[in-house]
């Protein structure tokens, strides 16, 4: 029954729009008792669900099955967790350590042992200290192997630790929420889709993006009749399930979001009680947003007054179990933070921050961290190099570091050394020619991977980590309803001449003299004293792999009347920023109109398919089996002008004459509105070592050229490019 609810969810049941294969849904029985398990938690993408490992007969990892007590995902693996096992038994793996003996980018390596690796990179390290100072070594990192490398590069001297996760994925929301309700939306998100009544989704494509608690969430959400509201050009997955689907003009959702506040307001459908009580700046707010009326969103929007009146209503009817879904990929146009501090708004207006369906209030587990000496204090930051910008961005982005690589006359902080772990910043950062030029301007590139994806081509040296099913990590610790823990430990012994992520940020430690910073043995001994610190031991995780832990106290909702002082500078929830102000922005939201298509153009729109996880799946055999390349979706309006047919391979050619290197086939689809098109990110692999995927399907991220920065956090906004069609191969 459940099983079925979530394939409903994950697949359009549509028949024609059928998305993929049904019948590969979620893989929830449990295998023989023979069968030996071990406990893990997933890394294909960051939800990370917690599972259990199977082995066969002969002892290999098997399949990957969901842990029944894990709130991420309540037992049941998405596709991609299922398809876990092909990372391992991917036949084109990096299997050891490579030295590059040629200019970057040319892929000529030589095999070095591990000893000879962290040998080299030790000395350049050292050298890039004793000449620039030890800050001009960055980490760029997405995953679990972050935590010990960022302890490495913190015990060097440096704090510049970025991850794409801020500056291309989620920052602007965290930004937004935080300066609104003076804390962040956290991952998994703090949203109580289980409860709620009313859910708006703005581009959120949940279904698609299959992050699993979260869909399987909405699915329950749906079967008890919650009203489901979808904003997108496109009829996505989660448009198909809902009572409204707005096809709103790509760009203008702050006109939308806008006018829906002032809706709320003037027909008097805010939470009164609420507001009185936790609100700051609720009469300017109301001056505010005056004009903005749903006449005028309509000229902007496409969509009609008369829908968002009622889709308002429809919201207000629900509160305080409403939710405005925050998004999570939000670096959009370059106005994010002020997009998402219009959501934010909304959701406080309706009462829904605190509130049962609403936002609930997550915690997680205290784990004292393991002994280690004080990190040395760093002379600068990145932020040195950007002074009196980006203040209220929290975490380092890592455009910045890029951006802050390149030499110029206007910064005194350049960056010399970076390492790279689990990210494949050539497809991830905006802009493939400033990171290559950034890249140029390095004394040392270290890539840490599993793959040999493109940023490895750049490397000066290549470390092969084995995969999450052949190692120990960190003790996963997500905050949750519930606070909760879950163990990672090998199924196997790693392939080749792979190994984890902790073992070479302490082998690199020791080759700097600072293996003091790793003084346990193995990791074992350092996780079983964490574990020991909070009441559990690694003997007891590797029986459960996941533990529960209560809440200290009763407070995942506020209470009636309660008092509340928010971490805000007026203590209260600010529907007028003083933060913004201070900083110089615009303290409530202010609609800006932003670029159209050229003529002959489309905008350039891009997301998510539930088999795949950004560009690092394409090559996983599992996956590759349930889709193999991307399609461009095109409007049959458009595909009509351009003599189009299905299926018929194109190049793409965005504003600034930037072709795509690889062919794309069309898919003709009144699913996408006229003035856009759109494709899904993590095709076109252009490294001819990833065998199954080198140019099967187009990339996204070579088009991506215009970059919206956002002024406020400097997030990189990717949707302000243009393409049109070229049908006899350019290259
Ligand atoms: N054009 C475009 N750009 C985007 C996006 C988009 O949709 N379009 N999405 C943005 C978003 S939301 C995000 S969060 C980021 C994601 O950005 P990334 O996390 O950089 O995504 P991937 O391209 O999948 O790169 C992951 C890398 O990690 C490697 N890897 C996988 N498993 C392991 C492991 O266990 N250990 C190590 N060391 N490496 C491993 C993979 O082989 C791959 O090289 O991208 C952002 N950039
Ligand atoms: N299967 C799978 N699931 C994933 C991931 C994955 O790689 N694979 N990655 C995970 C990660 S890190 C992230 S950040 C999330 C990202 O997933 P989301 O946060 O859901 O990402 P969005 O950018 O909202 O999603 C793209 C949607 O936005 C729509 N869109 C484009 N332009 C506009 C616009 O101007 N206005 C509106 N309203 N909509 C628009 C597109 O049509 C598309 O449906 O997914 C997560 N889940
Ligand atoms: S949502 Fe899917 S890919 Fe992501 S961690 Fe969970 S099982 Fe793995
Ligand atoms: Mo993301």
């Known amino acids: 029954m459940k099983r079925r609810e979530f394939i409903k969810i994950s697949g359009l049941s549509l028949g024609a729009f059928a998305l993929f294969d049904p019948s590969f849904g979620l893989i ?18 960051f939800w990370k669900c917690a599972g259990w490992t199977y082995l066969n007969e002969k002892g290999e990892p098997w399949k990957i099955i969901g842990n029944n007590d894990d709130p991420n995902c309540n037992g049941r693996l998405c596709p991609r967790g299922t398809g876990g096992v092909g990372m391992y038994y991917d036949k084109d793996r990096l299997k050891t350590p490579l030295i590059r003996i040629n ?9 070095a042992s591990w000893d000879e690796a962290f040998e080299y990179i030790a000395n350049k390290m050292k050298n890039i200290s004793a000449k620039y100072g030890p800050e001009c070594m960055a980490l760029f990192t997405h995953g679990s192997g972050g935590a010990y490398l960022g302890h490495l590069l913190k015990a060097f001297g440096s704090t510049n630790i970025a991850a794409p996760s801020f500056s291309q994925c989620r920052g602007p929301r965290e930004v937004a929420f935080a300066v609104t309700f003076g804390d962040i939306v956290q991952s998994p998100e703090r949203t109580d889709i289980r409860d709620t009544k009313c859910l708006v989704l703005i581009g959120s494509h949940i279904g698609e993006n299959m992050h699993n608690g979260q869909v399987q969430e909405m699915s329950d959400a749906i079967d008890k009749k919650a009203t489901i509201i979808t904003v997108d050009p496109r009829f ?12 709103i003009k790509p760009s203008t959702d702050l006109a939308l979001l806008l006018a829906w506040i002032h809706e709320i307001i003037y027909n008097e459908w805010y939470d009164k009680k609420y507001v009185e009580k936790y609100t700051f700046g609720f ?13 005028w969103a309509y000229g902007i929007t496409t969509i009609k007054p008369q829908i968002i009146v009622e889709t308002a209503k429809e919201m207000a009817n629900a509160s305080p179990s409403v939710i ?3 998004g999570r990929h939000v670096t959009w146009y370059g106005d994010d933070t002020q997009r998402i501090r219009a959501i934010a708004i909304l959701n406080a207006l309706l009462g829904s921050w605190g509130r049962r369906g609403g936002l609930y209030n997550p915690d997680k587990v205290h784990i004292p961290k393991y002994p280690s000496p004080p990190y040395p204090e760093p002379k600068k930051t990145w932020r040195d190099a950007f002074p009196g910008k980006y203040i209220l961005a929290e975490e380092v982005l890592a455009s910045g570091i890029c951006d802050a690589t390149i030499p110029s006359s206007e910064r005194d902080c350049t960056f010399k050394g970076w390492i790279v772990n689990g990210t494949n910043l050539i497809y991830t950062i905006p802009d493939q020619k400033k990171t290559l030029n950034a890249i140029e301007n390095l004394e040392l590139l270290v890539v840490i991977d599993t793959m040999p994806m493109e940023i490895t081509g750049y490397a000066d040296v290549v470390l092969p980590e084995c995969t999450y099913l052949e190692r ?26 792979s190994k984890p992520a902790w073992w070479i940020a302490k082998g690199i430690a020791e080759k700097l003299g600072l293996g003091n910073f790793f003084t346990y043995k193995t990791i074992e001994e350092k996780l079983d004293w964490e574990l020991t610190q909070i009441g559990s031991s690694l003997k007891e995780m590797k029986q459960i792999g996941v533990k529960k832990i209560k809440r200290e106290s009763d407070d995942l909702y506020f209470l009636e009347n309660q008092e509340i002082e928010f971490n805000t500078n007026s203590g209260k929830i600010e529907l007028f920023s003083t933060a913004l102000e201070n900083e110089g922005f615009d303290p409530m939201p202010k609609y800006t109109e932003h670029e159209e298509p050229p003529e002959g153009y489309y905008r350039l729109i891009y997301g998510r398919a539930p088999m795949h996880t950004f560009s690092r799946t394409a090559n996983n055999p599992n996956l590759t089996d349930l889709m193999d390349e991307n399609s461009v979706w095109i409007n049959p309006k458009v595909a009509k002008n351009w003599e189009l047919k299905n299926n018929q391979y194109i190049w793409l050619q965005n504003q600034d004459r930037v072709v795509s290197t690889f062919s794309i086939k069309v898919r003709i689809t009144e699913r996408i509105r006229w003035d856009s098109v759109y494709m899904v990110h993590g095709f076109g692999h252009s490294d001819k070592r990833l065998t199954t995927a080198y140019g099967k399907g187009a990339s996204d991220s070579e088009l991506i050229t215009k970059v919206l920065i956002d002024p406020i956090m400097g997030g990189t906004g990717m949707r302000g490019n243009f393409v049109t069609f070229l049908t006899e191969n350019p290259n």
Not at 236 to 246: D, N
Not at 483 to 493: G, S
Request: contains cysteine; proline residues 11%.
């Open 324 to 326: 405005i879904h925050p």
């Open 236 to 247: 996505s997955t989660a448009a198909s399930k809902s009572k409204f689907w707005l096809p």
């Open 472 to 497: 120990y990590d960190d003790i996963r610790n997500s905050p949750h309803r519930e606070p909760n823990i879950a163990l990672r430990m090998p199924a196997a012994k790693p392939m080749y001449n």
């Open 28 to 45: 929830g029985e449990i295998p023989s008792e023979k069968n030996k398990r071990f406990p893990t938690y997933c890394e294909v993408c």
């Open 103 to 111: 200019e970057r980018g040319k892929q000529t390596f030589r095999e």
């Open 283 to 295: 009469e300017q707010l109301k001056e505010h947003v005056k004009s903005y009326t749903p006449e």
